[in-house]
């Protein structure tokens, strides 16, 4: 059982930029894939990136490519998204998630979730 917590979310300016954090604990944190998703108000939840396990390929949705990075810290247990350029259409609830490496492979079916926390862009 992993658990995961987020920080950083808040209420940023168009253009501008956020991290977000994850940190897990329960688990090694080093056998675990990590994925960022996000979901607006009214939306289905939407990949925004994830970085494997082993060797930290790295993935992103079409919708951030370019502007967010996904990064982890085995020592600190602990996943970051970098955002930058940010818009209001970045508006979300972002969820950390986390798999085990047996099954690290795609880009959904993460076994846990963390509460998740807001990111608001403004005009």
């Known amino acids: 059982q992993v658990q995961l917590v987020e920080s950083g979310g808040g209420l940023v300016q168009a253009g501008g930029s956020l991290t977000l954090s994850c940190v897990a604990s329960g688990d090694t944190f080093n056998n675990y894939g990590m994925g960022w998703f996000r979901q607006a108000p009214g939306r289905e939840r939407e990949f925004v990136a994830r970085?494997?396990?082993?060797?930290?390929?790295?993935y992103y949705g079409d919708s951030v490519n370019g502007r967010f990075t996904i990064s982890r810290d085995n020592d600190k247990s602990t996943v970051y998204l970098q955002m930058n350029a940010l818009k209001p259409e970045d508006s979300a609830t972002y969820y950390c998630a986390a798999r085990f490496y047996l099954v690290d492979y795609g880009n959904n079916e993460f076994s846990y979730w963390g509460q998740g926390t807001q990111v608001t862009v403004s005009l």
């Open positions: 970085i494997r396990w082993s060797a930290g390929n790295t």
